[in-house]
């Protein structure tokens, strides 16, 4: 393996015996029907070793355009590879705008979607609620086409994948008419008006974001992100729920997006970090659950008392709300949620003494961590908080019955020791499904 072949933040080497970058669906076809074993690659923005494996790393940096806009269906089509911050530049000089973006747009689209990413905003749903149709390479390097309009219920099964059905090399996503967004930023919100109006301030804007370094007292900043109709003239208060509205010079740093109450485009404005910068060295590790909207301020009060094991690891957190769905791996097939987003310094030894205190807390509040990130939940909780889960494993068995795409994350969080090892059929309703899809070889 090359010496680059690590992910973003560098806590993790990838252990795959070889790294390819296919320009084509062909060659990605190719490498898949000669492998054992082998997992999609996007952008490296997962911190555990959900897309590792052994055998062959396909990495689609090559695999990165736009195929098609289509607008009498409001759809766009990519490939793998398209990261967000490049498909929205294109999408606003074309007209149109995706219903949301996460903190960074550097990831790319497809290791967003298989991972429930998100951004902000109780009317928002995980980026991967975009999603119309995909296509993916199988195990037997054949082209699996599914959508949401044909196959229904297993469609809301494939999307959030975790890379575990196959090599996604083509994504179609609702897109909708170009829009600003303006955002501004308060300081110092109390925590007691946090509690006591917690639905309110999230509701506050099209999408909110809290900054906490769980201090007693307040929330450092609270991020508001509002929509602006064409000849809209916004006003911003002085204050919000108590805290005040940032002045020149405390605002975001310079690789931030722009505040201030300044209008701009949607995919310039939803994203914390600006498309141009690199947004941090990756000196960083980063950990998040998701806990049930109706458990947000319970969540906020019982990591607050942990603070003091906290804070001495920590760089920032963020606090999210996102939209429930019916995707069967996303957290928000439950209902809407909140996201508890913690961004530790790169010391994994006293990380990871913290997380379970965390967790300890949380679990008994319905807690789930992000896909991606870090934590030491155990694998039969995090199962049993998802309760399509035994419905996803037989999709996988299904789709990969010689495991290809299977790792060991994927071993120990998805099946688990207590699991069959063979392979077995969908029920009836979805294997029917399965056999009509639309496959090319």
């Known amino acids: 393996m090359p010496d680059n072949a690590r992910n973003w933040a560098g806590n993790l080497a990838y252990s795959a015996a070889r790294l390819h970058t296919p320009e084509t669906v062909d060659e990605v076809r190719a490498i898949v029907r000669g492998s054992h074993k082998a997992r999609a690659l996007g952008s490296r923005h997962s911190f555990n070793q959900v897309a590792d494996t052994p055998g062959d790393l396909i990495a689609l940096d090559r695999l990165g355009r736009v195929v098609a806009l289509d607008r009498e269906r409001g759809t766009v089509t990519v490939e793998g590879g398209m990261r967000y911050g490049q498909l929205g530049a294109y999408l606003h000089a074309e007209g149109y705008a995706l219903h949301n973006m ?6 790319s689209v497809a290791g967003a979607v298989a991972t429930a990413t ?27 086409a599914l959508s949401r309009e044909e ?58 974001s809290l900054f906490t370094d769980w201090h007693p007292e307040h929330v450092g900043r609270v991020w508001l992100k509002r929509r602006v109709a064409p000849g809209e003239a916004l006003e911003w208060p002085q204050t919000f729920y108590g ?72 760089m920032a957190s963020e606090v999210r709300s996102v939209a429930g769905d019916a995707l069967w791996l996303s957290p928000g097939y439950r209902g809407a949620y909140i996201g508890l987003h ?3 310094k790169q010391d994994w030894d ?19 961590p992000h896909w991606g990130k870090l934590f030491t939940m155990a694998p039969q909780r995090l199962r ?14 299904s789709f990969d019955p010689r495991g290809v795409f299977r790792n060991p994350f994927l071993e120990t969080y998805i099946f688990g020791e207590d699991q069959p090892a063979p392979p077995v059929s969908l029920p009836q309703t979805r294997r029917s499904a399965t056999l009509r899809l639309r496959t090319r070889t």
Not at 102 to 107: G, V
Not at 264 to 282: A, D, K, N, Q, V
């Open 342 to 344: 913690f961004t530790w």
């Open 102 to 107: 996460a903190s960074l747009p550097h990831i």
């Open 350 to 368: 006293g990380v990871q003494r913290v997380l379970p205190r965390i967790e300890e807390v949380l679990e008994p509040l319905g807690a789930v």
């Open 118 to 144: 998100h951004g902000s905003g109780d009317g928002n749903g995980n980026l991967a609620t975009a999603v119309a149709a995909m296509e993916l390479v199988t195990a037997d390097g054949e082209v699996v």
């Open 243 to 314: 805290a005040l509205r940032a002045s020149e010079g405390e605002g975001p740093a310079e690789n931030w997006t722009e505040a201030g109450g300044i209008p701009g485009p949607w995919h310039e404005r939803l994203p914390h970090f600006r498309m141009g910068f690199t947004p941090s060295s990756g000196d960083e590790l980063q950990s998040e659950y998701f806990v049930p909207r109706e458990h947000a301020v319970a969540a906020l009060r019982g990591v607050g008392e942990l603070r003091e094991q906290v804070r001495p690891h920590l």
């Open 151 to 208: 196959h229904g219920d297993l469609f809301r099964g494939a999307v959030v994948g975790l890379g575990a059905l196959g090599v996604v090399t083509k994504l179609t996503l609702d897109i909708e008419p170009t829009f600003d967004v303006a955002q501004e930023m308060y300081l110092r919100l109390p925590l007691g008006e946090l509690y006591r109006h917690f639905d309110a301030i999230m509701a506050a804007a099209y999408s909110v």
């Open 384 to 397: 049993a908080g998802f309760e399509r889960m035994g419905d996803f494993q037989a999709l996988l068995r």
